[in-house]
């Protein structure tokens, strides 16, 4: 499974982006894609994820401000991100968890909020 992300950029502090993980491939070996973030210094963390089935969760750092979401024709999953806050800035990564355990990750794409 290969994974594209893009999406990220420069938003002032409330605005909106939306980030895009196209996948290819063994797409039928995903169980689910996750989309994580590191910011400078610090580890990089699990912010949103959709299961095969379809139910999500999220960090609590961004309930009710950012929705993960899937266009299965399009091979293809998207955070929304809302009321974007500066401490949103980081390099967001997506990440498919595949059978028997494997896992692929996309290139990371830079997310700045400015306040």
């Known amino acids: 499974v290969q994974l594209q992300a893009s999406g990220g950029g420069l938003v002032q502090a409330g605005g909106s982006l939306r980030l895009s993980c196209a996948a290819s491939g063994s797409i039928s070996s995903i169980n689910a894609v996750g989309w994580y973030r590191q910011a400078p210094g610090k580890q990089r963390e699990l912010v949103a994820r959709?299961?095969?089935?379809?139910?999500?969760n999220y960090v609590d750092s961004v309930k009710g401000r950012f929705t993960i979401s899937r266009d299965n024709a399009r091979n293809t999953v998207y955070l929304q991100m809302n009321s974007l806050k500066p401490e949103d800035t980081a390099v967001y990564y997506c990440n498919a968890e595949r059978r028997f355990g494997f896992e692929s990750w996309g290139q990371g794409t830079q997310v700045t909020v400015s306040s």
């Open positions: 959709i299961l095969s089935g379809g139910s999500t």
